[in-house]
């Protein structure tokens, strides 16, 4: 079953999955460069998953804020 929830629930969900991948995108940019010395393999695997996570900003962010960031690339 599906709960209905207001403007308000939506868009703390949406900040709080924000702050997710925020902090999972730090994670694995971290990763990664403690990685690369060592383990190029699994430091590509890092930077792909880091390249993921965001994308996932970036459409959060546009959700929350439209047309903020269409300057940047």
Do not use: Y
């Not at 997710?20 to 995108?25: M, Q």
């Not at 590509?44 to 996570?53: K, P, Q, S």
């Amino acid at each position: 079953m599906t709960d209905v929830v207001d403007s308000d629930e939506l868009l703390r969900r949406i900040q709080r999955a924000r702050a997710c991948a925020l902090e999972e995108e730090r994670a694995w940019r971290t990763r990664s460069e403690a990685l690369r010395p060592t383990d190029p393999e699994g430091a590509r695997e890092a930077t792909v998953r880091t390249l993921a996570f965001e994308s996932v900003l970036r459409v959060l962010d546009e959700i929350v804020s439209p047309g903020k960031r269409a300057g940047e690339h």
